[in-house]
């Protein structure tokens, strides 16, 4: 970490070249002395990623970034703020804290919280941070999260731990490919927390994560504008029943959906789709949770095909996690042919066809309100929508 980064003139600079090519500074001779033109670029690049993910730490003055990669994983203030809402107690220890982020929001509703970090330079840069964020609550450790665990015989109310992919090849992986390997470790998490937090990527299977975890009393599918962030796997000492799956969408209103797992729902398949009703499309948080029949009995919908994770309503239900839309006509290919000047973003849903091929066959320009939905109906066969938005994610 070098100090010398944090002197007002170099900020100043900092600040003032956020929108200057990163490279050609990286590149080019330094205008001070002791600091590299890499290290110039890293600080802009790093804290030009935080203006949107990190604004509290955008906003504060002489903050430290770290490696860009490393702000481009951590948490964003959104989700680690939705975190600190679900933990239980008064003392947690985030074992794999890294840049600090949720162990700060954790630090606004735990009385005592220690960060743990393996890597000696930010932790170091966590900890200043922490000063100047006046984290007067948190104890920063540099150490190997596990082996601290084992040399102690503190135990803690709640435990965070955000376990990284040993490779990044592939869309399948598993929790005991990850570092530190929670389930080889698991019953040592156990014995020192009541209520353990496991932070994993979107990419990990449900029932994958259940077969090799235990206790699982929640598991928290988090989006934000349709955009899968995070899975969240909540274990408790001595719980048998079955999880908590809770669907949560942060946007500019926060929606949920919870069931227990193994709940069944049923959906009816519509009978015909004709103008004025209202189309569901479910946010990804929902579709994540397969939860596909349970959505359309909870919100009294209809599906559109077995295959077809859309449903159709006469009601609007403002609270459905998703985007709703009224159908204003319903088109068959035939029809759709004879059409000029068609406008409208495009959905494809269950059709032969993908969205960029149907843009060019039928010249269809993009709108901000205006859907042409290609799918599949039970009772129709292959239909075409034309739709106006009414409820965004």
Known sequence: MNKQLTDQSVQDYIHGNLNADVHKIAMGKSPFPGITGKELANQIASKKKALKKLPTWFNTE???YPPLLSVEQCSSELTAAYKAGIVKGNTLIDLTGGYGVDSYYFSKRMQQVTHCEINEELSAIASYNGNLLKEENVTFICADGIELLKGTTQEFDSMYIDPARRSSSGKVFMLKDCTPNVVENLDLLLAKAKQILIK???????????????????????????????????????????????CTTLNAKQKQFSFALGEEGSAELTDAIIPGQYLYEPDVALLKSGAFNLIAERYQLHKFHHQTQLYISNLVHSEFPGRIFKIDEVMSAAKIKKEKNLIGNVIVRNYPDKAASLVDKYHIKPDDTQFIIFTQSSSEGKIILRATIIQHY
């Open 200 to 246: 994993t990527a979107p990419l990990l299977d449900l029932s994958a994560g259940l077969k090799e975890l235990k206790n699982v009393a929640e598991i928290h599918i988090i989006s934000v504008k349709n955009e899968c962030k995070e899975l969240i796997w909540i274990i408790e000492k001595d719980f048998g029943a079955p999880a908590k799956i809770t």
């Open 62 to 64: 002489l903050i430290y």
